[in-house]
């Protein structure tokens, strides 16, 4: 079965880091780009990062960009998303995502993981 | 960046309804386009890829349309699980953005 596990969300005060982790199995993980997608609390779907197969291409949201840094370690089928200097407005469920087509083809996003909350605050 | 704009943000609807919601981009996307189903508290389900490819497992109610800037999903014949909030996607262009949404209420 594909299944995308997410996990490190958390409680972290303004300023703080976080590093969210998400487990991947059920198929070849270094064949797929991934992605990280954030949902603040009664909001909509929000794109915040993006990894390709091979590490080689990485692109951030405006809003994360310099903040946060998408990487994987094929080793451990893992996607993660370090999170540094942490904003109030970063409060959101963070979904990892897996890109649904191989090589540099553009791909819509599936599977998704089940999320893992991340709260910002004093 | 290319905006999505999803309209409506609401849809009150009946079981057996046929509705649809249209999703505009602010620049072409060619066919770059998916739209997503998600319930409350549960991540977003995959229901149409490149404009109008049905995902496997997705009842046949489901349909999308469109290229370029207008795309539009219906549900042919509304089912009690189909009231949910759908959101469409473009993977044109990065940064990769999504419409604000279109939750669909039952009437």
């Known amino acids: 079965e594909v299944q995308l596990v997410e996990s490190g969300g958390g409680l972290v005060k303004p300023g703080g880091s976080l590093r969210l982790s998400c487990a991947a199995s059920?198929?070849?993980?270094?064949?797929?780009?991934f992605n990280w997608v954030r949902q603040a609390p009664g909001k909509g779907l929000e794109w915040v990062s993006s990894?390709?197969?091979?590490?080689?291409?990485?692109h951030y949201a405006d809003s994360v960009k310099g903040r946060f840094t998408i990487s994987r370690d094929s080793a451990k089928n893992s996607l993660y998303l370090q999170m540094n200097s942490l904003r109030a407005e970063d409060t959101a469920v963070y979904y990892c995502?897996?890109?649904?087509?191989?090589?540099?083809?553009?791909?819509?996003?599936?599977?998704w993981g089940q999320g893992t909350l991340v709260t910002v605050s004093s | 960046d290319i905006q999505m704009t999803q309209s409506p943000s609401t849809l009150s609807a009946s079981v057996g309804d046929r509705v649809t919601i249209t999703c505009r981009a602010s620049?072409?996307?060619?066919?770059?386009l998916a739209w997503y189903q998600q319930k409350p508290g549960k991540a977003p389900k995959l229901l149409i890829y490149?404009?109008?490819s049905l995902e496997s497992g997705v009842p046949s109610r489901f349909s999308g349309s469109g290229s370029g800037t207008e795309f539009t999903l219906t549900i042919s014949s509304l089912q009690p699980d189909d009231f949910a909030t759908y959101y469409c996607?473009?993977?044109?262009?990065?940064?990769?953005?999504f419409g604000q949404g279109t939750k669909l209420e039952i009437k």
């Open positions: 996607q473009q993977f044109n262009t990065y940064p990769y953005t």
């Open positions: 990894i390709s197969s091979s590490s080689s291409n990485l």
């Open positions: 995502a897996r890109g649904r087509t191989t090589g540099t083809t553009p791909s819509w996003f599936d599977p």
């Open positions: 059920g198929f070849t993980f270094s064949a797929y780009s």
């Open positions: 620049q072409r996307i060619s066919t770059w």
């Open positions: 490149k404009a109008s």
